[in-house]
């Protein structure tokens, strides 16, 4: 893509890695991390909710939704082959009316896409370099939940991705992953109007899920 945010999405998204996420997901499910924003967002009260789903890969939340009564969920995703993973497995689980999956940058097409109850950004932070921007304008968007799934603040994640990023730039893929500080992320979203109510942490991942105050 021409966004200097998603450079690299469409090479490191795409061919094996793609079609190795699908087969995981159809023998055990959603992985751990998305299991967890997932059971509390459920617990939350989903049925008959709009669903606002960004960078979501396969689409694992807007189809695990929709299975236990959300009404529609929007996908945002800069990859090209996930935008038709995620349309091919959505006939195939019988809701591919339910879901309309927007491929762009979602801070360049976000005039287009509308407002919902439930917003989620699973392991998207991460991949952008404009965290204030891609925050701020996807908490507007959320008028109910707003649930993220992101890498700590930790000596393991600094060590981690400075092997990532070295691994692109020697691949000549301009494709980089970011370490944004928890305090700068979530003072964005209380800022919003959020108050956190769920916050579980992994090694390496935190879930975090918050409500409109």
């Known amino acids: 893509m021409s966004c200097r945010c998603c450079q690299g999405v469409d090479d490191v998204f795409r061919g094996s890695y793609v079609k190795r996420d699908l087969r995981k997901y159809h023998r055990k499910g959603p992985r751990k991390t998305t299991h967890m924003l997932l059971r509390v967002i459920k617990e939350q009260g989903v049925e008959g909710a709009s669903v606002l789903d960004i960078g979501g890969g396969i689409g694992t939340i807007q189809h ?3 299975r236990v009564g959300a009404s529609r969920a929007t996908g945002a995703e800069a ?17 591919a009316d339910k879901i309309d999956v927007r491929y762009g940058d979602f801070v360049e097409i976000v005039d ?22 891609l925050v701020k304008l996807s908490t507007k968007k959320a008028r ?10 930790t000596f ?39 108050r956190q109510t769920y ?15």
């Open 64 to 66: 695990e939704l929709l």
């Open 112 to 133: 287009d896409i509308e407002e919902a109850d439930i917003v989620t950004l699973d392991r998207v932070i991460c991949c952008y370099s404009d965290m204030e921007s």
């Open 199 to 213: 916050y579980k942490t992994t090694p390496y991942w935190q879930v975090a899920v918050f409500c409109r105050r």
């Open 144 to 153: 109910r939940v707003y649930g993220v799934v992101y890498p700590r603040d």
């Open 156 to 194: 393991l994640t600094r060590i981690g991705m400075m092997v990532l990023n070295a691994v692109f730039r020697l691949t000549r893929n301009p494709f980089r992953v970011y370490r944004h500080a928890t305090a700068d992320v979530e003072a964005l979203i209380f800022a919003a109007g959020f």
């Open 79 to 95: 990859a090209m082959e996930f935008v038709e993973v995620v349309q091919e497995e959505a006939r195939r689980q019988g809701h």
